[in-house]
Structure formats: structure tokens, C-alpha cells
């Protein structure tokens, strides 16, 4: 394991629940509400897929600027409840401090764009991560795997020596096609089983060891199966 990949909404800090106000909001502002089958569909959806799924439910034409300016008000909407602090999963932040404290090269891998990023990480704390990949920075977003391949380019190691931590059937998705073991933690929405995943319950649980003990399971079953 020689890096580190983590999720943000869900994953480190439970942001899940800003983004059901704001989508609740948005919904509103068109006389509809939400419903919760929609908002389990959306869990780590790029802001572009969002807005698509919203405006096909309320029955608006699909045109480009108008779905612009809603994903842009829901941003800056999100924004200021991130500004007013971001609270931390159970055991997220001391994962964080434990990985820094022996040196792991870790990255942020998330589908929010750079902008409200930026935001966020103003409550987390840019000094974990050595480089940070935002959904509006790469061709595709999750459940494509372009994230999380890109964050392995700019640490420079291969995405099979990396460790993804994911909340979201959707981020998972993507870190699994990227090549990389994924530890699950379950947030909001179950996450189904495969070959490169390990459900846990809570980070809480967990230590550095226990991180390194995973992917090594992870990493010996599929070089068996490929053998």
C-alpha cells in the first residue's frame, strides 16, 4: 500500500446531509419536493448527472445554460454550509493523523468541483493530502475511474498500489475500474460486495495496520486469480 485515495462527501466528513438540504432547497424553488429514492440515486453523482436526474424528474427541458446556473446555485448554496464547518465521519480525521504520522502519500479523489472544494477543505485541512482531484478536473467523473486514475498519475505510483476509501456504490465503481483495493464504508446507501472491496463498519474500528492488512488481502487474492 503506497498511497492512500480518499472520498470526500460521506467518506471524511458527513457532508451527505448539506447536500440533501441544498438539493431539498432546489427542489422547492420549483414547488416539488424530493424524494428519497431519487436522493439514494444521487449519492456521489457528478454535479452534470445531478442535474440531469433533477431536471428529467420535474420535467424540465435538458438546456445546457439553465442547468448551468442550477448546478451553480446549488454550489454556492452548499458553500455556505460547508463555510459554517464540516462535521468529521467517526474516525475519519484520526486515520487521517495516523497515515500522516508515518508518512503515507495520501490524495483526495472527489466528484465535487474545485471551487466548493476549496470550501470544504477549508474545515478539513489541506495539509493531509499531497495533491487534491476535483470532479470538474477530469474528463469524467465517478463512476468513471479518470479521479482516481489521475490522482495515481500525480503521486506517481500505480493505481493497484493504492488503497481507495469509499462511502458510495458510485465511488467505489470508479476507484475498482481505476485498478485500486477499495475499503468501504458504508455511509447513507448499502455498497455491494466484489473482488477489490472490504466493507467495514467504521473507520473507528480501524488502524494503520489494520488499513495495510486489508489492501495486502485485497492485492494477494487478485494476483491468484490472475496467476
Not at 475499503?183 to 448499502?190: A, E, R, S
Amino acid at each position: 500500500m503506497r498511497a492512500v485515495l480518499w472520498d470526500m462527501d460521506g467518506t471524511l466528513v458527513d457532508s451527505e446531509k448539506l447536500w440533501d438540504v441544498s438539493l431539498s432547497a432546489l427542489y422547492e424553488s420549483y414547488g416539488a419536493e424530493m424524494n428519497r429514492e431519487t436522493r439514494t440515486a444521487l449519492v456521489g453523482a457528478s454535479a452534470e448527472e445531478t442535474m440531469v436526474t433533477v431536471y428529467t424528474e420535474l420535467g424540465l427541458e435538458l438546456e445546457p445554460a439553465a442547468m448551468a446556473e442550477s448546478i451553480h446555485w446549488l454550489h454556492e448554496h452548499t458553500a455556505g454550509l460547508f463555510d459554517e464547518g464540516l462535521p468529521w465521519c467517526t474516525g475519519a480525521r484520526e486515520m487521517l493523523e495516523a497515515l500522516v504520522a508515518e508518512g503515507t502519500p495520501m490524495a483526495l479523489v472527489t466528484n465535487t468541483n474545485r471551487s466548493l472544494a476549496e470550501r470544504a477543505l477549508n474545515s478539513i485541512g489541506r495539509h493531509y493530502f499531497s495533491i487534491t482531484v476535483c470532479g470538474d478536473e477530469v474528463p469524467n467523473g465517478k463512476p468513471a475511474p479518470d479521479p482516481y486514475l489521475r490522482a495515481a498519475e500525480l503521486l506517481d505510483v500505480d493505481p493497484a498500489d493504492c488503497l481507495a476509501v469509499e462511502d458510495s456504490v458510485t465511488g467505489t465503481a470508479a476507484a475498482e475500474k481505476a485498478g485500486c483495493a477499495v475499503l468501504v464504508v458504508p455511509n447513507d446507501v448499502p455498497v455491494p460486495g466484489g473482488l477489490r472491496r472490504r466493507h467495514v463498519g467504521s473507520l473507528a474500528d480501524l488502524g494503520v495496520e489494520d488499513m495495510r492488512r486489508i489492501y495486502a488481502e485485497i492485492d494477494r487474492e487478485m494476483r491468484e486469480r490472475s496467476a
